[in-house]
């Protein structure tokens, strides 16, 4: 059974930083694009960040360039989400997927339906 799991959310203060990892188990993940998507109450998921395919490929929303950075362990199968200078806007339910479409992480961000295989959500609260 293919999974992945997110962990590392929590409750951060402006300017802070949190580290996100997505862990799967039932393949490996150099051979899937990963994405990280987040959505905020009341807003539409959105993407933020991808590594392709033998990561060849990152993309990141206008919004978090700069801040965020995503990087993959092959040996521990888990790829992470370094996010730092955390804004209150950044607050939402952030999401891992892997998708095995060729066109996974291409173009300007990652997009939900490129994406098969969708972990259960960590919580990210920026708040003073």
């Known amino acids: 059974q293919l999974q992945v799991v997110e962990s590392g959310g929590g409750l951060v203060q402006p300017g802070g930083s949190l580290r996100l990892s997505c862990a799967a188990s039932?393949?490996?993940?150099?051979?899937?694009?990963i994405g990280w998507f987040r959505q905020a109450p009341g807003k539409e998921r959105e993407g933020v960040s991808c590594?392709?395919?033998?990561?060849?490929?990152?993309l990141y929303a206008d919004s978090v360039k700069g801040r965020f950075t995503i990087s993959r362990d092959n040996a521990k199968n888990t790829v992470y989400l370094q996010m730092n200078s955390l804004k209150p806007e950044d607050t939402g339910i952030y999401y891992c997927?892997?998708?095995?479409?060729?066109?996974?992480?291409?173009?300007?961000?990652?997009?939900?339906?490129?994406?098969?295989?969708w972990g259960q959500g960590a919580q990210v609260t920026v708040s003073s």
């Open positions: 590594l392709s395919r033998r990561g060849r490929n990152t």
């Open positions: 039932g393949f490996t993940m150099e051979y899937f694009a």
């Open positions: 997927a892997a998708g095995a479409e060729p066109s996974a992480c291409s173009g300007v961000v990652p997009v939900g339906y490129d994406y098969e295989y």
